[in-house]
């Protein structure tokens, strides 16, 4: 393989610079010319184009965001679109291409090589942990320990003035942010979407917590299951005392990547160039059980990651 492409699509995360760094430079050091392909989808169908060689990496490597940029392109859910991407890739000689992102991103990358034959690899980029058959994703410990930071300052505030606060974190569809950054913070309660809420046995739970003699409360809701306000209007009336309300919004995710997730970045973008260099396509650079390994993209995006019980389990043993 004489020359691979590289983008980001769909939602940043920290780590993903790490990430293209990786690919870069191994496949230049393996003799490839690299393509970096700017606004993710978009960009590709605009040609938005860079040449990446070893120097065009340096220094990015502790950068939050991405430097080839990201962007949504709703118009390659279409095939006809996806076949003019290919016709690109093809003209200016691209063998193979990266995608690094989330779910998503990773359905435009499936289908590119399923019907239009271009070759891919994905990497999963995504705060979300949502993304099945890898533990973990690209930018998932850099927003926990966003979000721990930032829960553990509100607690500072909760005790001196003896008041609830809910935190909105994100997490569209998975819990896994709310349930390890309340479980390591020591929070009084997660609301997260796998588990339906039950605000009667919350707010007793607050109260129990409270006659214990804990001064501070706080209650950590992902985005998908509620809004901060609502949990607040719930628990409210049932404590009896104040409650502050904080939305974390898009601090999490940007930011310096923590070095796990350097780590992982580095080792997936190699792995990436390392797949494409062997044929070994349509897979996504996959975590499991401390290796990376390629998981099939159609496997993946087949199922939906489940959010591991034990760790809800464990809130509530220590708490
Ligand atoms: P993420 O990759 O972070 O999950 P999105 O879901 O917004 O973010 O997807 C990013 C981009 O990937 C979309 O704007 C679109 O260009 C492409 N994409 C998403 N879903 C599909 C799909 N089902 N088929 C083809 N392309 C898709």
Redesign the pocket.
């Known amino acids: 393989m004489k020359k691979i492409a590289v983008m980001t ?3 940043d995360a920290p780590g993903m610079n790490a990430a293209i760094r990786a690919v870069v430079r191994y496949a230049v050091n393996n003799d490839m010319k690299v393509l970096g392909i700017r606004r ?3 960009g590709l169908l605009d040609e938005d184009f860079i040449e990446m060689d070893f120097a065009s990496v340096g220094g990015i490597m502790e950068k939050g965001g991405t430097i080839l940029r990201s ?7 279409r095939k006809e679109t ?1 076949a003019e991407a290919a016709k690109i890739l093809v003209k200016h000689g691209v063998e193979g291409l990266v995608v690094i ?8 990358a499936m ?1 590119l090589e399923e019907e239009q034959k271009v070759p891919v690899v994905g990497i999963p ?2 705060i979300d942990n949502d993304i099945a058959l890898t533990d973990m994703s690209i930018g998932v410990d850099t927003c926990l320990n966003t979000v721990v930071d930032a829960i553990q300052k509100l607690k500072d505030t909760a005790s001196s003035h003896e008041r609830a606060f809910i935190v909105e974190v994100m997490g569209r569809s998975s819990g896994y942010i709310a349930t390890v950054s309340g479980l390591v913070t020591g929070a009084e309660a997660i609301v997260i979407p796998e588990i339906p809420v039950n605000y009667e046995a919350l707010g007793n739970k607050i109260l129990r917590e409270r006659e214990r003699g804990k001064i501070n409360c706080i209650v950590v809701v992902a985005e998908g299951a509620a809004s901060a306000y609502t949990v607040a209007r719930h628990l409210e009336h049932r404590i009896g005392y104040e409650t502050r309300i904080t939305i974390l919004g898009h601090i999490q995710r940007g930011g310096s990547p923590t070095a796990f997730d350097r780590l992982l970045a580095s080792r997936m973008g190699v792995a990436a160039v390392e797949f494409l260099k062997r044929g070994t396509s349509y897979v996504m650079t996959s975590l499991q059980g401390g290796k990376i390994v390629p998981a099939k993209l159609d496997e993946v995006l087949k199922q939906k990651k489940s959010l591991n019980m034990e760790l809800v389990e464990l809130t509530s043993l220590l708490s």
């Open positions: 699509s769909g939602g993710g989808y978009a962007s949504r392109c709703p118009e390659f859910v996806r992102g989330g779910e998503g991103s990773l359905h435009g289908f980029g995504t």
